[in-house]
């Protein structure tokens, strides 16, 4: 808890004393001493009724908002809907001030922007207090309101008591639910039986049972080269049964802030109406801080807002890169082909690449 002084206060408040004190000189006059020491013994008490109040005050912050949220453990609404951030002040002392300032941050987590406030409210004894503002929120990502301070001024304005706060509450931000856009990817083949099968615990290729020796023309990421090792000939596993049942779509995010709330708001829209064929989706997004893919299982639209809140967690840079294709090839070398949700030339694109 830090303690400040306001010198301008200050000076207006020794100019009174000091010109009570000539008039008390110049007129004797009883009325002049009480004045006096009324405002010698008002300072230190001003000072001491601020520095318990501090300690009595809490603050909390929550939102609520008229939109209907999903089905989610998550605090979530659509792109420019009206939320009301509340900031709610307990003083259960019989002290109080004029003036007490909330200093606080509001901050995209996604694209790592923050912006400070300052919200100036007066504290009544023995009663709790709330504000409501209203705000429109515009970009996608998660945002995060958090006071760290409150700052609370004596009645005469001379004593500045910061005290630590840390009250904080967040939202997600979607993008709008709108009309769903059909796919023209139906017919396209995925390579989703390989994916599953080597996500399987500990890659077991002894359960699989579509097996059988090497043909000329078989391809050799097929080959299950473990059994292969305990036998005379070449065994390869057959993909068959499972091809298509998943769909695999990797999210391609640009690094600039405008490119990639675009291609997150129509590729949303877009991989709604994946889902809405019911196709089963897994999306892939690239994490730079473990240096692989994070993968989500998207058969709802409740599983794509989930996923949807969990990219926003981290900022923008640490899901973009230039190399996504290659790192695709390194990392799901048994895929043979996927989605591609990504940008190019001011349009937003889903594509089929072939992973070779």
Known sequence: ???????????AFLFVYFGNLLLFLALRGYLFIVIGMILTALVPLSFLALRKLADFVSGTIFIASDANFAQSEETIVRQKDDIHVIFKIDNPSLLCTLRAAWIFTVGN?????SDQQTLLLSIPPSKKKQFQMKVTVTELGQIV?????LIFTDL???????APCSAECSLFVLPKQLTVERSELLNARFGAAELSECQLKGNDYSEVTDIRTYQPGDRPRDIHWKLSARQQELIV????TLAGSEQIVLIALPPKKADAEKLLTEGYRKIRGLIAEQTSLRLLIWENCYFSFASYPCDSEAALDAAFCTIFRTDLQSHSSQMLQQYMRNCYPQLESYLCLTKKEEMIQLEVCINV
């Open 1 to 11: 808890m830090k303690i400040k002084i306001s010198p301008l206060h200050l000076i």
């Open 109 to 113: 987590t996604f694209y790592g922007t």
């Open 145 to 149: 309101f958090s006071c760290q301070e």
């Open 156 to 162: 005469l304005g001379i004593f500045k008591v910061h």
């Open 237 to 240: 596993k057959e993909r068959t």
